[in-house]
């Protein structure tokens, strides 16, 4: 077996203003959407730089998360201070203000209007493994 593509896929209460919240906050491309015949988005596929991510009209299987599930998506960016800036100008909420952190990064924590969390991170420093793991726990003693 070979890995061909993995890419996540967010349930939405609203496909299309999903898909617009993510062109305007991330500069995503809108690459494909598909709709069932009552117009519901069974599938719409965006990207922004190399990565990609779908969104789907929440339905009957596949449920609107409530609050927000277990899933953070980790979004790496050049300037994560523009593009939290972004998300909130565009109805994103902030969970964790963008800051400089010990393990070489600078980033923040997001919600965007449909339930879904983003880490908006820049690296900041080159560290090996060592560094980062003691940095983070001279940071964070009680975890």
Do not use: C
Request: charged residues 20%.
């Amino acid at each position: 077996m070979t890995v061909q593509q993995l890419y996540p896929r967010l349930v939405v209460s609203d496909a299309d203003a999903a898909v617009s919240f993510y062109i305007a906050a991330f500069g995503a491309e809108l690459v494909e959407r598909y709709t069932d015949g009552s117009g519901t988005v069974v599938h719409a596929l965006l990207r922004a730089g190399p990565e990609v991510w779908a969104v789907k009209d929440a339905d009957g299987i596949d449920p609107a998360p409530t609050g927000h599930g277990p899933v953070i998506m980790a979004l790496y960016v050049d300037d994560p201070d523009a593009v939290a800036a972004a998300m909130v100008d565009h109805g994103g909420r902030v969970i964790f203000e963008v800051d400089d952190h010990p393990y070489g990064e600078r980033g923040g924590r997001l919600a965007d209007p449909f339930g879904h969390i983003w880490m908006i991170a820049a690296r900041t420093e080159a560290l090996n493994p060592d560094e980062i793991q003691s940095r983070t726990t001279a940071a964070y003693p009680g975890g």
